[in-house]
């Protein structure tokens, strides 16, 4: 009998332990500025007939949880859209190729493909009070075997999407520290906000302001 409480009890135990976990789990995740998009647009790229890199650029700074893909494709010419051919590769991973054939996508109409990927995820690093430009290579062209068909469309709306959880420190979510992140920090604080919990207490008081200052002096890089 003793043995099945004392069995009881450690369950019982087990259970609070599991869920001040979670609730700890839980506090850590809402203090930090609200994640922020940055779209690189493709719509009405001019495409280069055999295909190259494009270059694209960013001052962003944080982590990156998520990439939208978003591709609109028309077909002309002497072009098939199966022979379509996607690529980006940046310093936190790549997508593609993406290949209109492995799309559905064949002979010449109207073709989109809208998908979310993990392969960007991961950090930007914010050198200093930024802004530092990260850089992203992209290649749009066509599968050798259509060579020398050169790639014939028009890009309609396209886009790469990456959402971003800024660093702590930088709570405006414009990629620089500054002074403006520690005011926009206060009206989060003085608003009972539970992102400004920053020392994970269950509540907002003057032991976050003390964390938020401790951080803001050491910055951004590498967090």
Do not use: K
């Not at 054939?101 to 930024?130: I, K, S």
């Amino acid at each position: 009998m003793m043995t099945r409480v004392r069995q009881a009890r450690f369950v019982v135990a087990a259970n609070i332990c599991a869920a001040l976990a979670l609730l700890g789990a839980a506090r850590s995740a809402q203090a930090l500025p609200p994640p922020v998009t940055v779209d690189f647009p493709l719509t009405g790229l001019e495409l280069l007939p055999f295909g190259g890199e494009y270059l694209l650029a960013t001052t962003a700074a944080g982590v990156i949880t998520d990439a939208q893909v978003r591709l609109t494709f028309t077909a002309n010419g002497t072009f098939q859209a199966e022979n379509f051919v996607f690529e980006l590769a940046g310093p936190t991973g790549g997508v593609g190729p993406l290949i209109g054939g492995n799309l559905g996508w064949a002979g010449q109409a109207l073709f989109t493909t809208d998908l979310h990927v993990a392969t960007l995820n991961g950090e930007l690093q914010m050198v200093g009070d930024g802004p530092t430009l990260s850089y992203w290579f992209m290649n749009i062209s066509q599968l050798a075997e259509s060579l020398p068909t050169p790639v014939q469309g028009v890009l309609g709306d396209s886009f790469v999407r990456l959402t971003i959880q800024p660093c702590t420190v930088d709570w405006n979510g414009d990629f620089t520290r500054s002074v403006q992140d520690l005011f926009s920090f206060l009206t989060d604080y003085f608003g009972g906000s539970p992102y400004a919990d920053l020392d994970g207490s269950g509540g907002v008081g003057v032991g976050d302001i003390f964390r938020f200052l401790q951080l803001y002096f050491v910055g951004c890089s590498g967090f």
